[in-house]
């Protein structure tokens, strides 16, 4: 009897063992997805300008990355995700990268997002030769990160997790008078949440990366510090590494904050810091109640279209702009692009729009736009959207202005700097600072909301 028992629970012993050396040999015949990640500090020397509010840096509060995570399917179908500590950078710019990663590294998709902090720089093409050699640097440790975090690429389990976190408010306030100005409106839409996807080693459990996206625009920072910083974004980093390991890359993707702001506005480093530790405690919640993709596809698309650029001003208002714009010669350049658009009747051009939706089946999609997007899209998108989890990006593979909504738009002259800055006394300040970003001369038209959420929803056709 004891015999027949034994020989029972031998049989049954030698059965688990197959089952478990099936599931290994399978596991190892369809790997599912492999990711690695890598970062570089792409701090400018002391000296550079800060961007925005101009002002020449005299130090480091905390420095600035470059981060880059890439995913490949079992296919082969491969994508670089790269997160920017910079204000901004262009089609240009983004447009050669992308070009040399795909070359050079073997990478078929990249997507740039830049966190949009105001005490970091611009990442754009400059004469200036310290500037060009910075730019050039920069863009070369870009590629070597992506390079490195491919050729490091290990099997891995990827989840995705949300949690409630408030980093800012909506910052456009209509007043009895029906002016738009930049107020704290705490009743207006926001972003009250941070989205993570998490890339596990299959072999260790450990975390590889940690992808985080909220929306909120990084101005916590005063804008008159002369000390260049990540802002809440960098706090946050590092308090997501303080927690899970110096061998983790914590990403962080800027999302859809064009009207709203960081919190409290323009206030201290200190409480930027502790923005950016609350925000990093909200993505450590989020990860611990993720859960597992099971998808085992990756499936990026894009669709490009064009944004129509509203009416250019009367030659009175030219006038007007001319007088108070006589020396400065960056200024005048642009006005007298616009003068020869105003004296041929001409529009100005259309803005360039460029989507991408990243898919992991229906379970997870990550999608971005470039420029500074309302958070209402993100909103929208979180809504539509058929998949499981979303996460979105503004700010990525290059700039085309503020992107607000036809409601926004429709209240005209009085609408606020971010729908109308042509016609106020920041439209200067802003084309100085970004030439490239403006040759529309004003905002997109009434109707672009339709045009953008046509173009993304037509990513979500699935095969």
């Known amino acids: 009897m004891k015999s027949g028992r034994y020989l029972f629970l031998v049989l049954v012993s030698i059965f688990c063992l197959f089952i478990v050396a099936s599931r290994s040999l399978a596991a190892t015949k369809n790997p599912g997805f492999k990711a690695g990640a890598a970062q570089r500090e792409v701090t400018p020397p002391v000296g550079f300008t800060i961007t925005h509010y101009d002002r020449k840096s005299i130090g480091v509060h905390d420095p600035l990355f470059a981060r880059a995570l890439v995913i490949e399917d079992k296919m082969g179908s491969s994508l670089a995700i790269v997160c920017l500590d910079f204000i901004g950078t262009d089609f240009e710019v983004c447009d050669k990268l992308r070009k040399t990663i795909r070359k050079e590294v073997g990478i078929e998709e990249t997507v740039i997002n830049c966190s949009h902090s105001h005490s970091s720089v611009r990442l754009v093409n400059d004469p200036a030769k310290e500037v060009a050699k910075w730019n050039d640097d920069t863009c070369k440790a870009i590629v070597e990160i992506v390079a490195e975090a491919k050729a490091g690429a290990v099997p891995v389990m990827l989840r995705s997790g949300r949690a409630r976190a408030q980093v800012g408010f909506n910052r456009r306030k209509v007043m009895s008078d029906g002016t738009v100005p930049m107020r704290v409106n705490k009743q207006g839409a926001d972003v009250p949440w941070v989205n993570v996807l998490v890339a596990d080693n299959k072999k260790s459990g450990k975390p590889v990366a940690v992808l985080f996206e909220t929306a909120a625009h990084p101005v916590i920072v005063p804008h008159k510090?002369?000390?260049?910083?990540?802002?809440?974004?960098?706090?946050?980093?590092?308090?997501?590494?303080?927690?899970l390991g110096d061998n983790v890359i914590a990403m962080f993707g800027q999302g859809c904050c064009g009207n709203i702001n960081g919190f409290p506005l323009r206030s201290t480093h200190e409480l930027a810091d502790k923005a950016g530790r609350e925000l990093g405690d909200a993505v450590l919640k989020a990860i611990d109640e993720s859960v597992p993709i099971k998808a085992n596809k990756l499936q990026v698309r894009s669709a490009h279209t064009k944004l129509p650029s509203g009416k250019v001003p009367t030659m009175d208002i030219w006038q007007k702009w001319a007088e108070s714009s006589k020396n400065d010669p960056n200024k005048m350049a642009l006005l007298s692009?616009?003068?020869?658009?105003?004296?041929?009747?001409?529009?100005?051009?259309m803005r360039r729009f460029d989507a991408y939706a990243i898919m992991l089946g229906s379970d997870w999609c990550l999608v971005t736009m470039p420029g500074e997007m309302f958070c209402q899209y993100e909103l929208w998108i979180d809504d539509k959207a058929p998949f499981e989890h979303t996460m979105t990006f503004a700010y990525t593979n290059g700039n085309c202005g503020y992107v607000a909504t036809d409601k926004d738009y429709a209240i005209g002259l009085k609408g606020g700097y971010e729908v109308n800055r042509l016609y106020s006394e920041n439209w200067g300040d802003w084309h100085s600072l970004c030439p490239k970003f403006s040759e529309q001369f004003g905002t997109p038209l009434i109707g672009s909301e339709e045009i953008v959420k046509k173009t993304v929803a037509s990513l979500w056709l699935m095969d």
């Open 225 to 243: 510090s002369g000390l260049t910083s990540a802002d809440y974004p960098g706090a946050s980093v590092a308090r997501i590494r303080d927690k």
């Open 337 to 349: 692009k616009l003068k020869s658009l105003i004296e041929q009747g001409q529009a100005p051009p």
